[in-house]
């Protein structure tokens, strides 16, 4: 065989391996782009439904607030929250689970009810990628939501005194039935109906998952079978060059030993070496084309050790990432409930028997964040915040949440603490301390109430993407009507604090306060360590006071 005709056929296999390679590439970007739409379709599907999850829940809140509060707000929240999920309005940009908790608080506007949205929620999903399966299952959970908002809707309308005339409208009058709405939206048939809408768009989201699963699995199954291809492609342009070499050693011994000795170093990883090989016959071009592809390699070569600098950089970013994602996890939830949750604990959820609660406020926020702007609201929540959190740690007790001004502490969680109403007391009197410091060098007041209850709640876990350690129970509600009863500068607690207490810290009777279910209950206010008051504390009497306000169920 001439040497160029060996050349002709070793280049047009070369061509034709380069070629199939180049189409490879090509259809593995397009299984990717593919893989990755189908992962986007999934996420925009999964995200609609959730929006029925999220409505539920703040429909509960809105409901359950109007219903404690009777107030206006609450009652066009509602309606404005069933306005997006039907369509009637456009849907927030941001909208999820904090949108309303920022709407609450003030800190942005309400929804634009001039604007349209998108039409009902089944016909978002119609213009989606999903099954009829899938779209049955969502249209259960739709009918579900419907359930859970009628009764919400009942109960409202009880409040005001308006009861349902047979036509949907409540057009009929009569006197409230506070006694109806409260028995309705915290009624066990209510909470059942929630549940079963939770699990519903769960089963949706199970579906919609399970489907594009497989989806995903193929597109995975066909890129590795073009990365197997390309494999194969390689290595069969490995072993032509290895075969060429050897047909040209025995062909061309005395003209080609200098170009094989130079093979053979470049084949060894020299690639600055060059054949020392001259002239235009076939042995000479071989002997160039040799050289070119030494300088092609080290331009290879180069690039890939630049790509694995890159992929070393990128590496220590993720690492670097997972650990600032564990450090934001700990600043979120407690240590030990974090750990349990990377631990692979699902639910977390329990009863502590003998905890502290403690709410704080601060006195005419409302009026002291329009004085001082946004800006100067932000500067001292957290200076005060800051504070806090400091004593938090100093005193063992647990910072469960803050709600705008309200800053809410809880001794005994989750760690238990034989110690927990001795630890929360001595934090609350050092807060106060800070609270009345701080007032005195500020140029303008600052005033706080404090609320102090002690007894059993139930903890966990609340979320999936963005976890919440909260708390519940009878304890929480009544805490938080201590504090709101409670004056200016003022540690309001129960008597079941002061038994707690009463050999180890000074109180001052507060008189009777009144509670939802419970009556007029004793009160009492906290005042300091007794080992701090000179000689031996004697509390003056003061008139009771009562309150009158009933306890408000939707802290």
Request: net charge neutral.
């Amino acid at each position: 065989m001439k040497l160029r005709t060996f050349f002709s056929a070793f280049f047009l296999v070369l061509v034709a391996l380069a070629g199939a390679n180049l189409v490879i590439g090509l259809y593995l970007q397009k299984v990717d782009r593919q893989t990755e739409a189908a992962r986007e379709r999934l996420s925009d599907i999964t995200s609609l439904s959730e929006d029925l999850v999220i409505s539920s829940q703040w429909a509960t809140r809105f409901a359950r607030g109007f219903v404690a509060t009777k107030t206006q707000d609450r009652w066009d929240f509602y309606s404005e929250l069933e306005d997006i999920l039907e369509g009637r309005i456009a849907r927030p940009e941001g909208y999820g689970l904090e949108y309303w908790d920022l709407v609450v608080g003030g800190f942005i506007p309400p929804p634009d009810t001039s604007t349209s949205g998108e039409g009902p929620l089944e016909d978002q999903f119609l213009k989606r990628d999903i099954t009829i399966a899938e779209f049955n299952q969502l249209k259960k959970a739709k009918e579900l939501f419907r359930k859970v908002s009628t009764t919400e809707k009942i109960a409202m309308h009880a409040v005001k005194g308006e009861f349902d005339d047979g036509t949907g409208k409540f057009a009929g009058k009569s006197k409230p039935d506070m006694a109806l709405a409260e028995r309705l939206i915290y009624g066990d048939e209510y909470n059942r109906e929630n549940g079963e809408l939770s699990e519903a768009v769960y089963n949706f989201n199970k579906m919609v998952r399970k489907r594009y699963k497989a989806t995903l699995v193929k597109e995975e199954q066909r890129t590795a079978a073009l990365v197997g291809m390309n494999i194969y492609l390689a290595a069969t342009l490995f072993l032509i060059v290895l075969a060429s070499v050897a047909f040209l050693e025995q062909r061309f011994v005395k003209r080609t030993s200098r170009l094989t000795a130079a093979v053979d170093s470049i084949s060894r990883g020299n690639l600055e070496s060059r054949t020392q090989v001259s002239g235009q016959d076939e042995i000479g071009r071989i002997a160039q084309s040799v050289e070119s592809m030494a300088r092609n390699l080290s331009v290879a070569f180069a690039a890939l050790e630049e790509k694995v600098k890159i992929s070393e950089k990128t590496a220590l970013e993720l690492n670097n990432e997972r650990l600032r994602s564990e450090k934001l996890l700990h600043n979120i939830l407690p240590a030990t409930i974090a750990q349990r949750l990377q631990g692979g604990e699902e639910v977390i959820a329990e009863v502590f028997p003998e905890v502290t609660v403690f709410f704080s406020d601060i006195v005419g926020f409302t009026d002291l964040s329009a004085r001082i702007g946004p800006h100067g609201t932000v500067n001292l929540l957290n200076v005060l915040f800051e504070k806090f959190d400091e004593l938090v740690e100093k005193h063992g007790v647990e910072k469960i949440k803050t709600i705008g001004d309200s800053y809410m502490v809880v001794g005994g969680v989750p760690h238990r603490d034989p110690l927990h109403c001795q630890h929360v007391a001595e934090f609350a009197l050092e807060a106060m301390a800070f609270i009345k410091n701080f007032s005195s060098q500020s140029p303008f007041p600052v005033e706080m109430r404090m609320g102090i209850h002690t007894g059993t709640v139930a903890a966990g876990v609340l979320g999936k993407k963005k976890f919440s350690y909260d708390l519940w129970g009878d304890v929480v509600n009544v805490a938080s009507r201590f504090e709101s009863t409670s004056p200016a500068n003022k540690i309001h607690v129960s008597e079941a604090v002061k038994v707690r207490l009463a050999d180890d810290f000074a109180f001052l009777d507060a008189g009777t306060v009144q509670m939802k279910g419970k009556g007029q209950t004793p009160s009492f206010y906290l005042l300091s360590r007794k080992n701090t008051v000179l000689g031996v504390v004697e509390p003056e009497k003061q008139t009771g006071r009562t309150g009158t306000a009933p306890v408000d169920d939707t802290v």
